[in-house]
C-alpha cells in the first residue's frame, strides 16, 4: 500500500520496502561516505587505534549517539571516520523507522476504512456483528491511496480545507516515508523528527506523543542515558523528564500494538510487540518497562477483553513442547509475560499491586476469581513448569539443572539413604548446596503464595491454591528428607573415621 504511494511521489531513489533498500540513495550515501578505501588509508595511518572507532571495536563506540565530550580528543580524521560509522548505524535505524512507518500507515489505513464501513451500515440501518461483513476490499484500499496521493500533491490550501483527519494522517506519515529516505539524520534530529510528525498529525490521544518503533524507543533510551549522565551537573530535572517520556513511548509502542492486533484481528501482532519490547536490551528502555509493568499490563488485559470477550471464552495457546493448551482468556496476559521472560516473583508483585490500584483494577475489568485463578495459574508455573528448564527459573528448572550437573545423586531415588554412603565428602558437600538452593526457591513460592493469600481474600480456599499448596508440601518434604539423609551420612562417617 505505502509502497505504491511511495511510488507515486517525486522522489528521485529507490524506495525500501525490503531488499530493495540497498539500492535508495540513503544507503548509496552511507556506503560512499564509508569506502574500504577510506577505512583502509585511515588504518595504515592510525594502526591499531582504528579497532577504537571501526564498527566492531570499543563497545564505547557501539551506542549510535556517543556523548560529545569524546570527540574533543579526536582528531579531524578520527572524528570523521567516527562520524561515518555514526551514519552506517543511523542507515539501520532508518531502515527499521521506515518498515514501522509502513506498518503505521497500513493499521491506520485499514482502520478508517473499516470505521467508514461501519458508519455507513449504521447510517442505512443495516448492523451486522459478522467481523467479514467490515473486511476491507482490495478495491477499497487502491482507492484510499489514490485519494492519499492526491492529497499529498495538492497545495496546502486546498488541501486544509479537505478537513479529512483519516487522509491528514496518511499524507504525513507518507511524507515521514520520504523525509526518512532522504537525507541521514542525527540521532537527535530523527527522534525530533518523529515526535514532531506524532504531535501534530497523528492519533494522540490513542499513541501518546512518540512514535511506536523499536528505533525510536531506543533513541529515547539514549537520550535517558544522557540525562543521567548530566546528573552529576545537577540536571535532575532533565532526567525526570526523559524518563517519563521514554515511560510514555513504551505505552505508545505497546497500545499501537494492541490497536493493529484489533484493527487486523491478529493477537500474534500485540504478542510480537510485546516480545520485541521487553526482549530490547538497552538498559534504559528495560528500566522503563519495569517501572511501566503495571500499565504495560493493563493494555493487554482490555485488549483480551475486547478481543475474547467474557472468562468463559477460551484461548488455545503452544506451549514450548508444542502442545496445544486451552487456557480462560482472561490468563492470556499473564501467559504472554512469563513467555516473555518475566520471573514469577515479578508477575506475583505485578498482580498485587494490580490488586491494590482500584483504577488499573477497574480499567482491566478483572473479577476477583479471575485474580485468584491468575494467582493460581502462576504459583503453579514457578512450581512445576517444564516449558523452559533450562532457564531454571522454576523449582523444576532449577532442579533439572542441579540434576544434569551432577550436583543431586540419588536425589530421586527412594533408596538415596544406603545410596549416598557411596559419595565421598566432597559430593556430599555439593549435593549439600544444591538442596539448599533447592530449598531457597521452594521458600520463595511459599512465602509469595502466603502473602498473595493474605491479600486476597478466598484466595487460600482455592481449589487450584490448594492443590498447589499440597504440592509443595510434598516436593519441601522430599527435599527435607534428601538432606536429612545427606546430613546423617556425614556423621556416620565422622564416627566410622575414629
Given at each position: 500500500?505505502?509502497?505504491?504511494?511511495?511510488?507515486?511521489?517525486?522522489?528521485e531513489f529507490a524506495v525500501d520496502l525490503g531488499d530493495r533498500y540497498?539500492?535508495?540513495?540513503?544507503?548509496?550515501?552511507?556506503?560512499?561516505?564509508?569506502?574500504?578505501?577510506?577505512?583502509?588509508?585511515?588504518?595504515?595511518?592510525?594502526?591499531?587505534?582504528?579497532?577504537?572507532?571501526?564498527?566492531?571495536?570499543?563497545?564505547?563506540?557501539?551506542?549510535?549517539?556517543?556523548?560529545?565530550?569524546?570527540?574533543?580528543?579526536?582528531?579531524?580524521?578520527?572524528?570523521?571516520?567516527?562520524?561515518?560509522?555514526?551514519?552506517?548505524?543511523?542507515?539501520?535505524?532508518?531502515?527499521?523507522?521506515?518498515?514501522?512507518?509502513?506498518?503505521?500507515?497500513?493499521?491506520?489505513?485499514?482502520?478508517?476504512?473499516?470505521?467508514?464501513?461501519?458508519?455507513?451500515?449504521?447510517?442505512?440501518?443495516?448492523?451486522?456483528?459478522?467481523?467479514?461483513?467490515?473486511?476491507?476490499?482490495?478495491?477499497?484500499?487502491?482507492?484510499?491511496?489514490?485519494?492519499?496521493?492526491?492529497?499529498?500533491?495538492?497545495?496546502?490550501?486546498?488541501?486544509?480545507?479537505?478537513?479529512?483527519?483519516?487522509?491528514?494522517?496518511?499524507?504525513?506519515?507518507?511524507?515521514?516515508?520520504?523525509?526518512?529516505?532522504?537525507?541521514?539524520?542525527?540521532?537527535?534530529?530523527?527522534?525530533?523528527?518523529?515526535?514532531?510528525?506524532?504531535?501534530?498529525?497523528?492519533?494522540?490521544?490513542?499513541?501518546?506523543?512518540?512514535?511506536?518503533?523499536?528505533?525510536?524507543?531506543?533513541?529515547?533510551?539514549?537520550?535517558?542515558?544522557?540525562?543521567?549522565?548530566?546528573?552529576?551537573?545537577?540536571?535532575?530535572?532533565?532526567?525526570?523528564?526523559?524518563?517519563?517520556?521514554?515511560?510514555?513511548?513504551?505505552?505508545?509502542?505497546?497500545?499501537?500494538?494492541?490497536?493493529?492486533?484489533?484493527?487486523?484481528?491478529?493477537?500474534?501482532?500485540?504478542?510480537?510487540?510485546?516480545?520485541?519490547?521487553?526482549?530490547?536490551?538497552?538498559?534504559?528502555?528495560?528500566?522503563?518497562?519495569?517501572?511501566?509493568?503495571?500499565?504495560?499490563?493493563?493494555?493487554?488485559?482490555?485488549?483480551?477483553?475486547?478481543?475474547?470477550?467474557?472468562?468463559?471464552?477460551?484461548?488455545?495457546?503452544?506451549?514450548?513442547?508444542?502442545?496445544?493448551?486451552?487456557?480462560?482468556?482472561?490468563?492470556?496476559?499473564?501467559?504472554?509475560?512469563?513467555?516473555?521472560?518475566?520471573?514469577?516473583d515479578t508477575l506475583i508483585n505485578l498482580y498485587l499491586s494490580l490488586?491494590?490500584?482500584?483504577?488499573?483494577?477497574?480499567?482491566?475489568?478483572?473479577?476477583?476469581?479471575?485474580?485468584?485463578?491468575?494467582?493460581?495459574?502462576?504459583?503453579?508455573?514457578?512450581?512445576?513448569?517444564?516449558?523452559?528448564?533450562?532457564?531454571?527459573?522454576?523449582?523444576?528448572?532449577?532442579?533439572?539443572?542441579?540434576?544434569?550437573?551432577?550436583?543431586?545423586?540419588?536425589?530421586?531415588?527412594?533408596?538415596?539413604?544406603?545410596?549416598?554412603?557411596?559419595?565421598?565428602?566432597?559430593?556430599?558437600?555439593?549435593?549439600?548446596?544444591?538442596?539448599?538452593?533447592?530449598?531457597?526457591?521452594?521458600?520463595?513460592?511459599?512465602?509469595?503464595?502466603?502473602?498473595?493469600?493474605?491479600?486476597?481474600?478466598?484466595?487460600?480456599?482455592?481449589?487450584?491454591?490448594?492443590?498447589?499448596?499440597?504440592?509443595?508440601?510434598?516436593?519441601?518434604?522430599?527435599?527435607?528428607?534428601?538432606?536429612?539423609?545427606?546430613?546423617?551420612?556425614?556423621?556416620?562417617?565422622?564416627?566410622?573415621?575414629?
Open positions: 500500500m505505502a509502497d505504491r504511494l511511495l511510488a507515486q511521489s517525486e522522489v540497498a539500492a535508495s540513495g540513503l544507503y548509496a550515501q552511507a556506503a560512499k561516505c564509508h569506502s574500504v578505501q577510506g577505512l583502509r588509508a585511515w588504518c595504515v595511518e592510525r594502526g591499531e587505534a582504528a579497532r577504537r572507532f571501526s564498527l566492531s571495536g570499543d563497545p564505547k563506540d557501539s551506542s549510535f549517539d556517543a556523548p560529545a565530550d569524546d570527540d574533543t580528543t579526536l582528531t579531524p580524521l578520527e572524528n570523521s571516520i567516527k562520524q561515518i560509522d555514526l551514519n552506517i548505524r543511523m542507515v539501520g535505524l532508518q531502515r527499521a523507522l521506515v518498515r514501522d512507518t509502513v506498518h503505521l500507515f497500513c493499521v491506520l489505513a485499514v482502520s478508517h476504512l473499516q470505521a467508514a464501513k461501519r458508519e455507513r451500515a449504521l447510517l442505512s440501518g443495516v448492523i451486522s456483528p459478522a467481523p467479514a461483513q467490515h473486511a476491507v476490499s482490495a478495491e477499497e484500499v487502491e482507492s484510499f491511496c489514490d485519494e492519499v496521493a492526491a492529497a499529498a500533491a495538492a497545495s496546502p490550501n486546498k488541501h486544509s480545507r479537505q478537513n479529512n483527519s483519516a487522509v491528514d494522517d496518511c499524507r504525513s506519515l507518507l511524507s515521514l516515508l520520504i523525509d526518512l529516505q532522504r537525507v541521514v539524520y542525527a540521532p537527535l534530529e530523527l527522534l525530533d523528527l518523529l515526535n514532531l510528525q506524532m504531535r501534530e498529525n497523528l492519533k494522540t490521544e490513542q499513541f501518546g506523543f512518540h512514535f511506536p518503533a523499536i528505533a525510536a524507543l531506543r533513541l529515547q533510551g539514549q537520550c535517558v542515558a544522557t540525562a543521567a549522565v548530566r546528573r552529576l551537573n545537577a540536571y535532575t530535572e532533565e532526567e525526570e523528564i526523559a524518563k517519563n517520556e521514554l515511560d510514555n513511548a513504551c505505552m505508545a509502542f505497546l497500545s499501537f500494538g494492541a490497536a493493529a492486533a484489533r484493527t487486523l484481528q491478529q493477537p500474534r501482532i500485540l504478542s510480537n510487540s510485546l516480545k520485541d519490547l521487553l526482549a530490547l536490551s538497552d538498559v534504559a528502555v528495560r528500566e522503563s518497562c519495569a517501572r511501566s509493568l503495571k500499565r504495560l499490563s493493563v493494555v493487554l488485559h482490555v485488549y483480551a477483553r475486547s478481543q475474547w470477550g467474557n472468562s468463559n471464552k477460551e484461548v488455545t495457546m503452544v506451549n514450548a513442547e508444542g502442545e496445544a493448551v486451552e487456557i480462560p482468556a482472561f490468563l492470556w496476559p499473564a501467559w504472554r509475560l512469563a513467555e516473555c521472560g518475566q520471573p514469577f490488586e491494590e490500584d482500584e483504577l488499573a483494577k477497574q480499567q482491566s475489568r478483572l473479577e476477583s476469581t479471575e485474580l485468584q485463578t491468575i494467582f493460581c495459574w502462576i504459583f503453579d508455573q514457578w512450581l512445576t513448569s517444564q516449558d523452559d528448564v533450562a532457564a531454571a527459573s522454576t523449582y523444576v528448572g532449577l532442579l533439572h539443572r542441579l540434576t544434569e550437573a551432577g550436583d543431586l545423586p540419588y536425589f530421586a531415588s527412594s533408596v538415596s539413604g544406603p545410596l549416598l554412603s557411596q559419595l565421598n565428602e566432597e559430593e556430599r558437600a555439593r549435593a549439600d548446596v544444591a538442596a539448599q538452593q533447592l530449598t531457597d526457591s521452594l521458600l520463595q513460592i511459599e512465602l509469595a503464595m502466603g502473602c498473595a493469600s493474605r491479600s486476597l481474600g478466598g484466595l487460600k480456599d482455592n481449589r487450584h491454591f490448594v492443590g498447589v499448596n499440597s504440592r509443595l508440601a510434598i516436593i519441601k518434604q522430599q527435599v527435607a528428607e534428601y538432606r536429612a539423609a545427606l546430613h546423617k551420612q556425614a556423621v556416620t562417617d565422622r564416627f566410622t573415621s575414629f
